[in-house]
């Protein structure tokens, strides 16, 4: 951390949040955000930080209790099993787990460790998990949902053939409609994204990670996983669906806050293309 963040991260507690967030996007996306009245899809996702309190949130961002929400909505197969969770690893003894597995916690994204053999750094794996515990990024992102979740660790069967990373599709979804997806790659060494419209166009953006200029062919089942995309994402202004196509389609993660609404986009123009999808609710005036 560079003495400008170190700086920032110590003074932030006293200011007020929109000065927190219009800081925040000013230092990492590179503009002053208008968060009063919102139109890029960045201000809107620091909008909705001010903003959005619904309970919903807590429970489908968290990946155990999202779940049941899941089954109830798709059906059992499309949820990947819960294999253990908790506080604290149990003890090694316990850690009998069927390899390979996928260590990560309720509370986070991006964080995961891939466990493909049975003999592993437990105390690293360890180390890490204790950071995961003690690290809350909601004070400082300002994440309201993020902040009203228990940390905790879950582990889950890895999808997907053991040498492979599997595609992760990001399905961008505004009132009920998947409008863009993301295609990530190479996820456990250095990831990259490609991004296509919901007919699988390719589109020249560039967003959180490098693009991937390589061909990435069409998901087998893109048509059932718009399908799943559309009715979770059904009742909100704009949730990202996170899916996986291995065996069949698998469901991933719901994300509301999409990098914290930092990543800036390249070229600019998706930032207020995608902003126009979204239609925030109207808030009352005071």
């Known amino acids: 951390m560079n003495v ?12 007020p949040p929109e000065l927190i967030l219009q800081i925040q996007t000013w230092r990492k ?3 002053w955000p208008d968060l009063k009245n919102p139109k890029r899809f960045t201000e809107k996702v620091q909008s909705r930080k001010l903003h959005d309190r619904d309970p919903r949130l807590p429970v489908l961002i968290d990946k ?32 009998s787990w069927t390899v ?21 750094d437990w105390s690293a794996i360890e180390a890490a998990c204790d950071q995961w515990m003690k690290t809350r ?10 902040s009203q979740i228990d940390p905790k660790i879950l582990i889950e069967p890895y999808l997907g053939p053991p040498v492979e990373t599997p595609l992760d599709y990001k ?14 790659t190479d996820k456990s060494t250095c990831t990259k994204r490609r991004f296509f419209n919901r007919d699988w166009v390719p589109q020249q953006l560039q967003l959180s990670w490098p693009r991937e200029f390589r061909d990435i062919p069409k998901p087998r089942h893109l048509g059932a996983m718009l399908e799943a995309a ?21 469901f991933g993660e719901m994300t509301f806050y999409p990098g914290s609404g930092y990543g800036p ?22």
Request: with cysteine.
């Open 137 to 146: 990024w909601d004070p400082l992102l300002l994440e309201w949902a993020y």
């Open 29 to 31: 996306v590179g503009y």
């Open 64 to 95: 155990v209790l999202v779940k049941d929400h899941v089954r109830n909505k798709l059906g059992d197969a499309w949820v990947n099993p819960t294999l253990w969770s908790g506080k604290k690893l149990p003890p090694v003894a316990e850690r």
């Open 100 to 120: 390979p597995y996928v260590i990560k916690p309720h509370h986070a994204s991006t964080w995961m460790i891939f466990v493909k053999e049975s003999v592993c």
């Open 265 to 286: 986009f390249d070229p600019q123009s998706f930032d207020w293309a995608f902003g126009r999808l979204w239609v925030l609710p109207d808030r009352p005036s005071h």
């Open 171 to 184: 399905f961008y979804v505004f009132s009920g409609r998947a409008e863009y997806i993301a295609a990530d």
């Open 4 to 15: 400008a963040s170190r700086a920032f991260r110590f003074i932030s507690p006293a200011l």
């Open 230 to 250: 559309e009715i979770l994402g059904t009742g909100f202004s704009f949730v990202r669906i996170d899916l996986y196509d291995v065996d069949r389609p698998m």
